[in-house]
């Protein structure tokens, strides 16, 4: 038996590629709005727009990079092998700008009444991993 083979049949964690230089722009301080223009495939970077504008109460600023960067997440998903359901592991950091784009994406659509959009996200979030959820809330 191969070491982290699936025992219930579903599909593997999809892993995405590392492209560590968001995160060490963000890291040393860098604008959030110039890493978007810099490197404007990384959820990480949308994400961190959609965190900053949500908390600064500009909720529906926040919703939109929100939902730029949830986009930019499930493109990469899919060009990683990704066919639209299974695991997309919180422990591995490249995936944890796609999944805070969601997780920012769920609270955005609550506070603007968009329940539904709310509710979906939520759930995909439970889904593609229960430690996001729990870490991201």
Not at 26 to 33: C, H, K, N, R
Not at 70 to 97: C, I, M, Q, T
Not at 107 to 117: L, V
Request: hydrophobic share 35%.
């Amino acid at each position: 038996m191969a070491i982290h083979e699936n025992l219930l049949g579903g599909p593997p964690p999809t892993h995405l590629p590392d492209d560590p230089e968001p995160r060490e722009l963000l890291a040393a301080g860098t604008d959030p709005a110039e890493v978007a223009a810099r490197c404007p495939a990384s959820s990480l970077a949308w994400a961190q727009l959609a965190d900053d504008a949500f908390q600064a109460g500009r909720t529906v600023e926040s919703y939109a990079y929100a939902r730029t960067g949830y986009h930019r997440g499930l493109d990469a998903l899919r060009r990683s092998g990704w066919k639209g359901h299974g695991p997309v592991p919180f422990e591995h950091e490249p995936n944890r700008g796609f999944l805070r784009a969601l997780h920012a994406l769920a609270r955005a659509a609550r506070a603007i009444g968009e329940d539904e959009e709310y509710e979906r996200c939520s759930a995909f979030l439970k889904e593609s991993s229960p430690t996001a959820a729990s870490t991201l809330s």
